[in-house]
T-cell receptor, first 112, second 112 residues
Framework: SQTIHQWPATLVQPVGSPLSLECTVE??????LYWYRQAAGRGLQLLFY??????ISSEVPQNLSASRPQDRQFILSSKKLLLSDSGFYLC???????????FGNGTRLTVT | GNSVTQMEGPVTLSEEAFLTINCTYT??????LFWYVQYPGEGLQLLLK?????DKGSNKGFEATYRKETTSFHLEKGSVQVSDSAVYFC???????????FGTGTQLKVEL
């Protein structure tokens, strides 16, 4: 069966520090991968998606970047965190358009 | 662009009450529609979906009907339980990349 792993579960980082969140998917190949951010009272915002290794599409201009170094690995990064980067970050994958979106358990990031 | 509008929460109900969470959408073409549920501290899980007009998605006693004429996909359940307390997200999928556009979420609290 397929599983998705996201880590860490919680993270507290000072303003200006770097960020690296990892997401890996098991049990499938060539999934579409997504990073969403859930800010308080704002629902889910799609940040990045990837349809293959090295292929990244950015949905909104921001302080973050994403990379896909391997087929089932998706990384969210920042060189210098801002207070506004605080939120709940969710990684997700989908096999094809007939399949549901599967979410990881999320990373709660607090920038202080 | 695509958008999803959900009724604001929180919605507080007594156990065994009838639930309706309204969802309307704007999209080009013929989107697929989804309801996702997020239990406290977890990622999102697919609750139900409908891929074409007049389809009814159902799961765990919840149901929603894809109404193209009113661009709506309202979530209903005849008798809620305390265990249904969660945040419910309406979403649509349209266009390339299998990207989902989410509503802001509606928190449901069910009390004894």
């Amino acid at each position: 069966s397929q599983t998705i792993h996201q880590w860490p579960a919680t993270l507290v980082q000072p303003v200006g520090s770097p960020l690296s969140l990892e997401c890996t998917v098991e049990g499938t190949s060539n999934p579409n991968l997504y990073w969403y951010r859930q800010a308080a009272g704002r629902g889910l915002q799609l940040l990045f998606y990837s349809v293959g290794i090295g292929q990244i599409s950015s949905e909104v201009p921001q302080n973050l970047s994403a990379s896909r170094p391997q087929d089932r690995q998706f990384i969210l990064s920042s060189k210098k965190l801002l207070l506004s980067d605080s939120g709940f970050y969710l990684c997700a994958w989908i096999r094809d358009h007939n399949s549901p979106l599967h979410f990881g358990n999320g990373t709660r990031l607090t920038v202080t | 662009g695509n958008s999803v509008t959900q009724m604001e929460g929180p919605v507080t109900l007594s156990e065994e009450a009838f639930l309706t969470i309204n969802c309307t959408y704007t999209a080009t073409g013929y989107p697929s529609l989804f309801w996702y549920v997020q239990y406290p501290g977890e990622g999102l899980q697919l609750l139900l979906k409908a891929t074409k007009a007049d389809d009814k998605g159902s799961n765990k006693g919840f149901e929603a009907t894809y109404r193209k004429e009113t661009t709506s996909f309202h979530l209903e359940k005849g008798s809620v339980q305390v265990s249904d307390s969660a945040v419910y997200f309406c979403a649509l999928s349209a266009g390339g990349g299998n990207k989902l556009t989410f509503g802001t979420g509606t928190q449901l609290k069910v009390e004894l």
